[in-house]
Nanobody
Framework: QVQLVESGGGLVETGGSLRLSCTASGSSSDINAMGWFRQAPGKQREYVAAIRSNGDTHYGDSVTGRFIILRDSATNTAYLLMNSLNAEDTAVYYC?????????????????WGKGTLVTVSS
């Protein structure tokens, strides 16, 4: 089993930046990819970004060019750097991890999920 713990959510003004962190513990050798999804009130869960252990990254269309995903393999931590935030980015952000053969696998959700961290962007 793998446990994922997110941190870094909070309130930020439009145009601001925020950094989310997700640390994996437990059988972390079972995972080769970490990523983020988000869910806004009344909307379906949306793919945000993912990174594999080989460094490959992929982003959802709505965040491309604004968000950056990084991974520290030594600490099993993934970071989501969010820039130019706007009200549409307000959501609960969930860390996701598992085994991905290709980046496409990360878009459907992998095996392990965190409990989520709330990001609120004020206009």
């Amino acid at each position: 089993q793998v446990q994922l713990v997110e941190s870094g959510g909070g309130l930020v003004e439009t145009g601001g930046s925020l950094r989310l962190s997700c640390t994996a513990s437990g059988s972390s050798s079972d995972i080769n990819a970490m990523g983020w999804f988000r869910q806004a009130p009344g909307k379906q869960r949306e793919y945000v970004a993912a990174i594999r252990s080989n460094g490959d990254t992929h982003y959802g269309d709505s965040v491309t060019g604004r968000f950056i995903i990084l991974r520290d393999s030594a600490t099993n931590t993934a970071y989501l750097l969010m820039n130019s935030l706007n009200a549409e980015d307000t959501a609960v952000y969930y860390c996701n991890a598992g085994t991905a053969v290709t980046m496409l696998d990360t878009m459907y959700g992998m095996d392990y999920w965190g409990k989520g961290t709330l990001v609120t962007v004020s206009s």
